[in-house]
C-alpha cells in the first residue's frame, strides 16, 4: 500500500531555532518520487522539492535541506534558522510509478514560528 | 513558469445546486486530475483522467461528481448537487509524460451553505 506518516501534527519554534520535519513513507512501488509542499494560510500548493527513488543524495536550497533514506523510508525536512515566514502547514507526498499516478499524502505538519 | 491556473478562487453556492470548478492545464501536459482538501485535512485524490477518460478515480468520486474535457484547454469537475460536507479547497493537477512536471493549481475554495 502506498501510505505517508506525518507523525508531528503541530510544532511550535522560536525564530532562529531550526527545526525538523519528519516524513516516512510505505510503497510497493521500485520507483517513486517524493514532494514537500508548503501551504501558508491562504491555501494554495507551494512546491518545495521533488526526489526520486534513485537518487538519495541530500539536497540543501538555502536555509532548507532534506535527508531522503532509503533504508528507514524516510525524507525528512530541516528548516535553519527558521523565520516567521515560515510558518504554514507543510505536506510530505508519495507518488510511484509504477501502481498508478495519483499523490498520496502525509497528514500534514502546522510550524508555527514564534518571534 | 508554466502554471495550472483554477477558477473561480472562491465559489458560494447553496445546498443542491450544481456547481462547475474550472481548470486550465499546462498546455502540453496530458494528464488531468482533481484533489480535494476538507479544512484542516489532509489532500485527497479525487481523480484522474488521460486521454478523454477517467483512469483512475477514489471512493470520494461518487456519481455526484463528472470531469470533462470541453475543449484542448479547459478541465472541469461538476458537482451535480451540492452538500454541506462538499465544502473543501479543490486542486486541479496537470503533468506531462513524467512525474517531474507534475504542477498543482492555487485551488478553488467552495463553501455550501
Known amino acids: 500500500a502506498q501510505k505517508v506518516t506525518q507523525a508531528q501534527t503541530e510544532i511550535s519554534v522560536v525564530e532562529k531555532e531550526d527545526v525538523t520535519l519528519d516524513c516516512v513513507y510505505e510503497?510497493?512501488?521500485?520507483?517513486?518520487?517524493l514532494f514537500w509542499y508548503k501551504q501558508p494560510p491562504s491555501g494554495e500548493l507551494v512546491f518545495l522539492i521533488r526526489r526520486n527513488s534513485f537518487d538519495e543524495q541530500n539536497e540543501i536550497s538555502g536555509r532548507y535541506s532534506w535527508n531522503f533514506q532509503k533504508s528507514t523510508s524516510s525524507f525528512n525536512f530541516t528548516i535553519t534558522a527558521s523565520q516567521v515566514v515560515d510558518s504554514a502547514v507543510y505536506f510530505c507526498a508519495l507518488t510511484g510509478g509504477n501502481t498508478g499516478n495519483q499523490f498520496y499524502f502525509g497528514t500534514g505538519t502546522s510550524l508555527t514560528v514564534i518571534p | 513558469e508554466p502554471e495550472v491556473t483554477q477558477t473561480p478562487s472562491h465559489q458560494v453556492t447553496q445546498m443542491g445546486q450544481e456547481v462547475i470548478l474550472r481548470c486550465v492545464p499546462i498546455s502540453n501536459h496530458l494528464y488531468f486530475y482533481w484533489y480535494r482538501q476538507i479544512l484542516g485535512q489532509k489532500v485527497e485524490f479525487l481523480v484522474s483522467f488521460y486521454n478523454n477518460e477517467i483512469s483512475e478515480k477514489s471512493e470520494i468520486f461518487d456519481d455526484q461528481f463528472s470531469v470533462e474535457r470541453p475543449d484542448g484547454s479547459n478541465f472541469t469537475l461538476k458537482i451535480r448537487s451540492t452538500k454541506l460536507e462538499d465544502s473543501a479547497m479543490y486542486f486541479c493537477?496537470?503533468?506531462?509524460?513524467?512525474?517531474?512536471?507534475?504542477?498543482f493549481g492555487s485551488g478553488t475554495r467552495l463553501t455550501v451553505v
Open positions: 510503497t510497493r512501488d521500485t520507483t517513486y518520487y
Open positions: 493537477a496537470s503533468r506531462g509524460t513524467g512525474f517531474g512536471g507534475y504542477t
